[in-house]
């Protein structure tokens, strides 16, 4: 490689010589930059200060303008299980209702814009609950007394039904959504222990009291004029009374043991302080939300004496009120009863631990505690925040990761096997709320893990870093629930990411080109584009001005595909809009580009647990196709022998009927429109290649064979690609399908050879 700024041994530059030379330096300064971090030229320009972002993200400057999942209604009465629904939802309901009544296009014109006002209001930072948020947007609307606006507003009005609190995405949204969901699951669980209690007390009371009127004390002068009352028994002999009902009374009384079981029976039901009836006595009712597990921990331990005198209260009252309590049969078996604690059954009647924990904070021994606590077999719900994917290495010299904490975290807690672990960025909460009701519901310990995006160093709003987190993989989705199955398949779902089976999702940036012609192009999402969002990471990029673009820059998913050894040839590259939304493009350096392949590698593993491209079932696909082919090929073979000997009476036969057999045509080849892309399906080797480029283009059939689903799903240019890198060379690009594709003259004449 010829040193920077060094002349040619044979004299001066000719006009070409020093365009290359300039060239040469240029990508000599961006593999200095890729390899060390450092820019050693004006060729390259610093991205601090610059209000950049990911091109993907160029369309949600302004989320206020948008309908999405936020922000959203806790609501304050469940509906059918749901326990938030975004405001969006709620707005649609209502436009569903309207639509059947007169000026219903007026209405929901006005109805959309009290809900953009709304989401303005929450974005600033404004809370309470919808139906206050509600009036003060129809006041900033409203312009008079007689604005059909008000008039919208107001009948729209009269139809909400839902009501609770508004929350934006935002660092509070994750503890306030689970913990609300959790309330009201303890509040159904309160109800109906509470209505169990009550049955069993009520008719532990009416033993007593029927033991009590045959008694003698209730049977004296005193106690019977106490029950008629004065004014109605002044008339009536209470002595004579007395006398009489004691003759004619039943003399079987209740046992000494069984009166004071069941005296002790009720007061340990009326005086529980675990799910009290609200204003019953017995001091202030017990609280199970935490903010740290050696609280939880500490206040488990020292109710569980209680608990389980509660517990078995229940269970021998269940039989008192049945009249299957055998003193000679029961005593022994309850004198031991909760010596091992209490089991999973027992527990499921009991309020559910809610522990909050920051990621942050998450040090030895706090650490040590949270597994102990979700290994203790307690139905503990334990939610831990990150804030912060970045995390610095004890080491120093910059060296950091991303979201190894969580991913170390969730892993040991699915170790565990039982407990239901469910990992989420809060951007996705809201979809994923069906998943959070199950983990809560679950009998056991259950984790939740989630991202709120609230700590990158950026303009971007907490939704945005939270969506772009999960796209990029660096804090993917996926749930553990134990109770789904016995097997990984039916426990473990990867489902709810984009785009499951690819390394990084693909979307279309559409843009305007520089000779303002309508332009696309196919760009995955990854890990360095979710990084090229937080300003702390700027220092490991560096700005190409556009007249030094050339064909040595890539992106960074096409550099992770190819694992290059020595000096670099390509450079990796992110596409970023400036604050005017005009496009450019950034070179990485090798740090981001290391933990980018950690990030897809850490993907992998889940794809795997997922049931994508998993290794084994993979091998033993190609173990059964190796097995097939030989079958056919030994098939092949006896049918060859078998068909010899016919071969050779048929040259014996007579020249005629020889003749005859070589006129009979061959079975004509169907024929294919040569402009059409196809794929010779049965020799496909399923090797991958074409369906991790373009999923929705390319698919298998049933033999786990390509064909193309979709040809209108993606560009020539990936059609040209899928066929040069087909191992067996069975894809046939066709002609382009858009004229208006950039590029085509070059990969008309890439693909002529597979036409």
């Given at each position: 490689?010829?040193?920077?700024?060094?002349?040619?041994?044979?004299?001066?530059?000719?006009?070409?010589?020093?365009?290359?030379?300039?060239?040469?330096?240029?990508?000599?300064?961006?593999?200095?930059?890729?390899?060390?971090?450092?820019?050693?030229?004006?060729?390259?320009?610093?991205?601090?200060?610059?209000?950049?972002?990911?091109?993907?993200?160029?369309?949600?400057?302004?989320?206020?303008?948008?309908?999405?999942?936020?922000?959203?209604?806790?609501?304050?009465?469940?509906?059918?299980?749901?326990?938030?629904?975004?405001?969006?939802?709620?707005?649609?309901?209502?436009?569903?209702?309207?639509?059947?009544?007169?000026?219903?296009?007026?209405?929901?014109?006005?109805?959309?814009?009290?809900?953009?006002?709304?989401?303005?209001?929450?974005?600033?930072?404004?809370?309470?609950?919808?139906?206050?948020?509600?009036?003060?947007a129809a006041a900033a609307l409203v312009k008079g007394p007689n604005d059909l606006i008000k008039d919208s507003l107001g009948r729209a009005r009269a139809l909400l039904q839902a009501d609770g609190e508004v929350l934006d995405c935002g660092k509070a949204l994750p503890e306030r959504l689970i913990a609300h969901a959790w309330r009201g699951l303890?509040?159904?669980?309160?109800?109906?222990?509470?209505?169990?209690?009550?049955?069993?007390?009520?008719?532990?009371?009416?033993?007593?009291?029927?033991?009590?009127?045959?008694?003698?004390?209730?049977?004296?002068?005193?106690?019977?004029?106490?029950?008629?009352?004065?004014?109605?028994?002044?008339?009536?002999?209470?002595?004579?009374?007395?006398?009489?009902?004691?003759?004619?009374?039943?003399?079987?009384?209740?046992?000494?043991?069984?009166?004071?079981?069941?005296?002790?029976?009720?007061?340990?039901?009326?005086?529980?302080?675990?799910?009290?009836?609200?204003?019953?006595?017995?001091?202030?009712?017990?609280?199970?939300?935490?903010?740290?597990?050696?609280?939880?921990?500490?206040?488990?331990?020292?109710?569980?004496?209680?608990?389980?005198?509660?517990?078995?209260?229940?269970?021998?009252?269940?039989?008192?009120?049945?009249?299957?309590?055998?003193?000679?049969?029961?005593?022994?078996?309850?004198?031991?009863?909760?010596?091992?604690?209490?089991?999973?059954?027992?527990?499921?009647?009991?309020?559910?631990?809610?522990?909050?924990?920051?990621?942050?904070?998450?040090?030895?021994?706090?650490?040590?505690?949270?597994?102990?606590?979700?290994?203790?077999?307690?139905?503990?719900?334990?939610?831990?925040?990150?804030?912060?994917?970045?995390?610095?290495?004890?080491?120093?010299?910059?060296?950091?990761?991303?979201?190894?904490?969580?991913?170390?975290?969730?892993?040991?807690?699915?170790?565990?096997?039982?407990?239901?672990?469910?990992?989420?960025?809060?951007?996705?909460?809201?979809?994923?709320?069906?998943?959070?009701?199950?983990?809560?519901?679950?009998?056991?310990?259950?984790?939740?893990?989630?991202?709120?995006?609230?700590?990158?160093?950026?303009?971007?709003?907490?939704?945005?870093?939270?969506?772009?987190?999960?796209?990029?993989?660096?804090?993917?989705?996926?749930?553990?629930?134990?109770?789904?199955?016995?097997?990984?398949?039916?426990?473990?779902?990867?489902?709810?990411?984009?785009?499951?089976?690819?390394?990084?999702?693909?979307?279309?940036?559409?843009?305007?080109?520089?000779?303002?012609?309508?332009?696309?192009?196919?760009?995955?999402?990854?890990?360095?584009?979710?990084?090229?969002?937080?300003?702390?990471?700027?220092?490991?990029?560096?700005?190409?001005?556009?007249?030094?673009?050339?064909?040595?820059?890539?992106?960074?998913?096409?550099?992770?595909?190819?694992?290059?050894?020595?000096?670099?040839?390509?450079?990796?590259?992110?596409?970023?809009?400036?604050?005017?939304?005009?496009?450019?493009?950034?070179?990485?350096?090798?740090?981001?580009?290391?933990?980018?392949?950690?990030?897809?590698?850490?993907?992998?593993?889940?794809?795997?647990?997922?049931?994508?491209?998993?290794?084994?079932?993979?091998?033993?696909?190609?173990?059964?196709?190796?097995?097939?082919?030989?079958?056919?090929?030994?098939?092949?073979?006896?049918?060859?022998?078998?068909?010899?000997?016919?071969?050779?009476?048929?040259?014996?036969?007579?020249?005629?009927?020889?003749?005859?057999?070589?006129?009979?045509?061959?079975?004509?080849?169907?024929?294919?429109?040569?402009?059409?892309?196809?794929?010779?399906?049965?020799?496909?080797?399923?090797?991958?290649?074409?369906?991790?480029?373009?999923?929705?283009?390319?698919?298998?059939?049933?033999?786990?064979?390509?064909?193309?689903?979709?040809?209108?799903?993606?560009?020539?240019?990936?059609?040209?690609?899928?066929?040069?890198?087909?191992?067996?060379?069975?894809?046939?690009?066709?002609?382009?399908?858009?004229?208006?594709?950039?590029?085509?003259?070059?990969?008309?004449?890439?693909?002529?050879?597979?036409?």
């Amino acid at each position: 490689m010829r040193r920077a700024g060094a002349m040619p041994a044979n004299g001066p530059y000719t006009p070409n010589q020093q365009s290359e030379s300039i060239m040469h330096s240029d990508f000599q300064a961006q593999v200095a930059f890729h390899l060390t971090g450092t820019r050693r030229s004006d060729g390259l320009e610093a991205v601090e200060g610059l209000d950049q972002r990911p091109a993907l993200l160029a369309p949600y400057r302004d989320l206020t303008s948008l309908r999405y999942d936020f922000p959203v209604v806790l609501l304050r009465k469940p509906a059918e299980g749901a326990f938030a629904r975004s405001l969006s939802g709620i707005i649609d309901d209502l436009l569903k209702e309207i639509a059947k009544v007169q000026d219903a296009d007026r209405i929901g014109k006005h109805l959309l814009r009290l809900e953009q006002e709304i989401r303005t209001l929450a974005a600033r930072g404004e809370s309470g609950a919808l139906s206050a948020l509600w009036d003060k947007a129809a006041a900033a609307l409203v312009k008079g007394p007689n604005d059909l606006i008000k008039d919208s507003l107001g009948r729209a009005r009269a139809l909400l039904q839902a009501d609770g609190e508004v929350l934006d995405c935002g660092k509070a949204l994750p503890e306030r959504l689970i913990a609300h969901a959790w309330r009201g699951l303890q509040q159904r669980k309160a109800e109906a222990f509470r209505a169990e209690v009550d049955r069993l007390s009520l008719k532990l009371s009416d033993i007593l009291k029927a033991d009590f009127v045959r008694s003698p004390a209730g049977l004296s002068a005193e106690n019977l004029r106490a029950s008629v009352g004065e004014d109605q028994g002044k008339d009536i002999d209470f002595e004579m009374m007395s006398r009489l009902l004691t003759k004619v009374a039943p003399k079987v009384a209740l046992p000494e043991s069984r009166r004071r079981r069941l005296q002790w029976l009720l007061s340990a039901l009326e005086s529980q302080r675990f799910l009290p009836r609200p204003g019953a006595g017995g001091g202030e009712p017990l609280g199970f939300s935490f903010d740290n597990c050696e609280a939880a921990l500490d206040a488990y331990r020292e109710r569980l004496p209680k608990a389980i005198e509660l517990a078995k209260a229940i269970a021998i009252a269940r039989l008192e009120t049945q009249g299957e309590y055998d003193e000679l049969k029961h005593d022994p078996l309850f004198a031991e009863f909760g010596a091992r604690g209490l089991d999973a059954e027992e527990l499921a009647a009991f309020p559910d631990y809610f522990v909050c924990l920051n990621a942050a904070n998450l040090q030895e021994p706090e650490n040590a505690r949270l597994m102990e606590i979700l290994s203790a077999g307690l139905p503990v719900k334990v939610l831990v925040q990150t804030d912060d994917l970045r995390e610095d290495s004890p080491v120093g010299n910059g060296h950091f990761s991303i979201g190894l904490r969580s991913a170390q975290l969730t892993g040991m807690a699915m170790g565990q096997n039982d407990i239901y672990v469910l990992q989420s960025s809060a951007s996705n909460l809201v979809q994923y709320s069906g998943r959070v009701g199950s983990a809560l519901n679950y009998s056991g310990a259950a984790l939740f893990s989630v991202f709120s995006g609230a700590a990158a160093k950026t303009d971007l709003p907490p939704y945005l870093i939270a969506a772009a987190a999960m796209e990029s993989r660096a804090f993917p989705a996926f749930a553990y629930d134990p109770s789904a199955g016995a097997d990984w398949a039916s426990r473990f779902s990867i489902a709810d990411n984009p785009q499951a089976e690819a390394d990084w999702p693909v979307a279309s940036l559409a843009y305007e080109d520089e000779d303002h012609q309508r332009a696309s192009e196919e760009i995955a999402f990854t890990l360095v584009d979710f990084l090229a969002c937080d300003r702390r990471f700027d220092a490991h990029f560096a700005r190409v001005p556009r007249a030094k673009w050339n064909g040595s820059l890539v992106s960074v998913s096409e550099c992770l595909a190819s694992q290059s050894k020595g000096m670099p040839d390509r450079i990796p590259s992110v596409l970023v809009v400036d604050a005017d939304n005009v496009l450019q493009r950034n070179i990485v350096d090798g740090q981001l580009i290391r933990e980018a392949r950690r990030c897809r590698d850490n993907w992998h593993s889940l794809q795997e647990l997922g049931g994508i491209h998993n290794s084994h079932a993979q091998a033993l696909l190609a173990r059964e196709k190796k097995a097939w082919e030989e079958i056919a090929q030994r098939e092949a073979e006896s049918r060859a022998k078998a068909a010899k000997p016919v071969a050779e009476a048929q040259t014996s036969a007579p020249a005629s009927a020889t003749q005859a057999a070589e006129a009979a045509p061959a079975p004509a080849e169907p024929e294919r429109d040569p402009d059409m892309a196809y794929i010779e399906t049965a020799r496909c080797s399923t090797c991958n290649e074409c369906t991790l480029l373009n999923n929705k283009m390319f698919a298998y059939n049933d033999n786990q064979q390509a064909y193309i689903k979709d040809p209108d799903a993606g560009t020539f240019r990936q059609m040209v690609e899928a066929a040069e890198s087909c191992q067996v060379s069975v894809i046939h690009p066709g002609k382009p399908r858009n004229p208006n594709e950039p590029g085509l003259e070059e990969l008309i004449k890439r693909a002529e050879p597979f036409q």
